[in-house]
């Protein structure tokens, strides 16, 4: 069905429509077993409401796996807006947006992804109090998750680059970003300022001029950055970039990046490790962003300890590393069983 890497069934989804805003809305509730759904929601234009259904099923599947391997007392959960064509009131639309969330009594709680902002999430307080991911007064903790996002990706190639290439550093290591946006520009700063090189592609031009003076990043062509000769590929677009296409013309060692789903079908986790291309799973390596919404929503920890918990995703990096030689498995496979063991409630 749908395209899902597997058939594990969602408990809710509630597709949710309002005539006078245009709101057309997809919440998928994957899983509440280690604790409320947790995930941010896209703000898209999406082919049809099938196209819109299956992104919702899939990445809220993926945040289930996601918050459990991170330790958070959290279940998984998406939720998409189909972007209306022609004119609409963006403020009306999130605020009926808000109360479709509110309508779930909290088995559901969104943040920023995709086509969302902080002010989107902050128009939303007054609808509902199941939102993160805003920045509070006082220089309290909390707001945009995606510098904490880029900061778990760059601990991850960090370890991803010792262990797999052998290299002591990110000195002189070409990584290949596809993708400048919130995360891919943070990411490039992180990178750079560890004296890694470059190579860039965005749709928008301008991104990628920023990053040339910036960076010193040499820029390719869009349908150039997977096959670019660099020693790490971070996808940091959107899904579905490793396919049966993709894949056999990747030069880079190490897949390490943002982007959520990036495996087009599970066929290809194993299609990586058998060209000696080394994956991690992005929702290992990407899940600084909710580890920050998540601490926000509870109320814990500030700046210094989140990004501490966000820098531990390098051990769960190397732990990963370290199972995949001892089960003779791939990166993709021990991830999920992992993950999928640990989708049960968390010991208070
Ligand atoms: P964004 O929308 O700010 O950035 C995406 C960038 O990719 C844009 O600059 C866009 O122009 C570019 N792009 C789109 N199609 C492209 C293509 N074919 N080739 C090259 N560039 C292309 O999104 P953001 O927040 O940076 O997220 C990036 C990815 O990371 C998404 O898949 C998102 O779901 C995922 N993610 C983001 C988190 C966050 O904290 N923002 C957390 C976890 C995952």
Known sequence: LFGLPDQAPHEKVLLAADAQTGLRAILAVHSTARGPAFGGCRFWSYDNELAALNDALRLSQGMSLKNALADLPFGGGKAVIIKPQGEFDRAALFAAFGRAVQSLAGDYITAEDVGTTTADMRGMLAHTQFVSGIPRDGGAFGGDPSPKTAYGVFVSIDEGVKRVLGRSSLEGVRVAIQGLGAVGWHLAEYLHQAGAQLIVA?????????????????????????????????????????????????SAKLVAGAANNQLATAAEGDALQARGITYLPDYLVNAGGIISVAREYRGEGEEGRVMAEVGRIRERVAELLERVRSEQSTPARVADAWARSKLVKPAA
Do not use: M, Y
């Open 202 to 250: 965005d749709i928008d031009a301008a991104k990628v001029e920023r990053a040339q003076a910036q960076f010193g990043a040499q820029a390719v062509a869009i349908d150039a950055i997977i096959a670019a000769d660099a020693d790490v590929l971070a996808p940091c677009a959107l899904g579905a970039t490793l396919s049966a296409t993709s894949v056999p013309t990747i």
